[in-house]
């Protein structure tokens, strides 16, 4: 059985800095990431970083947010610095493995101004 079990979260004020993580058990993913979704909005995808380190972020959050990975314990981290109001939704660990995709329960993160 896949889960993803994510970490992190919560409060912060315009300016400040969050650090997710997932762990995932039961796949060996090729590609995780993490994807938001604020009220009344899609879901996006804000970083995704490959097996082989590759990575690619959304414009929004390019210089401010850096996800790495921890491929021995299946483990992706999110690093949100300088983070802004509009940065608020519920985050989604992601792992993606052949055709399939798997989700977090999601975190949420509330950025104040």
């Known amino acids: 059985q896949v889960q993803l079990v994510e970490s992190g979260g919560g409060l912060v004020q315009a300016g400040g800095s969050l650090r997710l993580s997932c762990a995932a058990s039961?796949?060996?993913?090729?590609?995780m990431g993490w994807y938001r979704q604020a009220p009344g909005k899609q879901r996006e995808l804000v970083a995704i970083i490959s097996r082989d380190g590759s990575t690619n972020y959304a414009d929004s959050v390019k210089g401010r947010f850096t996800i790495s990975r921890d491929s021995a314990k299946n483990t992706v981290i999110l690093q949100m610095n300088s983070l802004k109001p509009e940065d608020t939704a519920v985050y989604y660990c992601?792992?993606?493995?052949?055709?399939?995709?798997?989700w977090g329960g999601g975190t949420q993160v509330t950025v104040s101004s």
């Open positions: 039961g796949i060996i993913p090729n590609n």
């Open positions: 992601n792992a993606q493995r052949n055709l399939y995709n798997y």
